[in-house]
């Protein structure tokens, strides 16, 4: 006879196969009788399974959606199909900035059969992601790696090359991955700086545990991090200027990615760009075509007006050159 728990889990997966089974031929097919059946019926509506029933000899069970995630049975070729779905939900960012894919694809492989994990791996080694022209590779296992360290709570040495391909070795402490629309940034606390720092995931060549656990105090908003990161960063000239419009209006005008934004009011904002030069900068800020007031440097400032200046007289007489 096979413990009450087994036989729980086979209730379970009986009733997901099919929309509806009568009393009895669940206990047909469990070997047992319609009173254990009921009996297991309630146990799993203790453990969170919504069962609906219907009265009298022909009436049936039925699972619905419940109000809180119970346990899921899966067979192999379900289990390597929600995790295949994950991992590429995650490497494409298709449900956001969060991390809900990739904590949903951890908690997965952590309970995988050895021969659907094996399963993965074969095909994550044999699968492409193909990012587009200016997004970097990055490989699922990378991902999982980062997710797993921020999950952990410990110091990890990590293995990185910046923008110029300078190898280092950090001593980090991992909090949060982030993910922008494009490229996912690792988000930790560099232990000799004593100082909160975002690294770009595709440039992580390796990360250690060093199972040195860290409790981190009052870590900063990881995603705020990331934007003003990538907004300010390394660009050899920042111009500061005045949106005549609301917080949610200058996001849409000007992405986080490319600008730090902050209230003056209800009405305008402040959004401080980085460029490569002066000229560059005055070309972005015409395509924006919304007024604007450029408050800082003066050098942007008179790129723009020159700019004006010339479309102004381009088109003055209505003619043609």
């Not at 952590?110 to 699968?127: G, H, K, N, S």
């Not at 110029?164 to 982030?178: F, H, I, M, Q």
């Not at 996001?251 to 760009?273: F, K, Q, W």
């Amino acid at each position: 006879m096979i413990s009450a728990s087994a036989r729980l889990l086979r209730l379970v997966s009986l009733l997901a196969a099919k929309p509806s089974w009568t009393c009895g031929e669940l206990a047909d097919r469990m070997a047992v009788t319609d009173r254990t059946v009921r009996r297991d019926i309630a146990k799993l509506r203790e453990l969170g399974y919504a069962i609906e029933s219907d009265p009298g000899p022909w009436g049936g069970y039925r699972l619905r959606a419940g109000a809180r995630t119970p346990p899921l049975i899966l067979d192999d070729e379900e289990a390597l199909a929600v995790a295949v779905g994950l991992r590429e939900a995650a490497l494409s960012g298709a449900l956001g900035g969060d991390q809900a894919a990739l904590s949903a694809l951890l908690k997965l492989r952590q309970v995988l059969p050895q021969r659907i994990a094996d399963r993965l791996t074969e095909m994550d080694d044999a699968f492409v992601h193909t990012p587009r022209p200016d997004e970097p590779q990055i490989t699922p296992g990378m991902l999982l790696e980062l997710a797993a360290a921020c999950r952990r709570g410990e110091r990890a040495q990590l293995s990185y090359r910046d923008w110029e391909g300078k190898a280092t070795v950090r001593d980090v402490d991992p909090y949060r991955l982030v993910h922008t629309g494009r490229r996912w940034y690792f988000v930790a606390r560099e232990v000799t700086r004593d100082q909160w720092r975002t690294f770009r995931a595709d440039r992580v060549d390796r990360l250690q545990p060093t199972g040195h656990a860290v409790e981190l105090i009052d870590p900063p908003d990881p995603a705020l991090l990331v934007s003003r990161s990538v907004a300010n960063g390394p660009y050899p000239l920042s111009a500061t200027i005045r949106l005549p419009v609301s917080m949610d209006q200058a996001l849409r005008l000007i992405p986080a990615t490319v600008g730090t934004h902050r209230p003056e009011s209800p009405d305008t904002t402040i959004v401080d760009i980085g460029g490569p030069d002066a000229d560059g900068l005055a070309r972005y800020l015409l395509s924006l075509a919304t007024p604007l007031r450029v408050l800082a440097p003066d050098a942007v400032r008179q790129a723009l007006l020159r700019r004006t200046q010339e479309l102004f007289e381009d088109n003055a007489n209505g003619q043609s050159r």
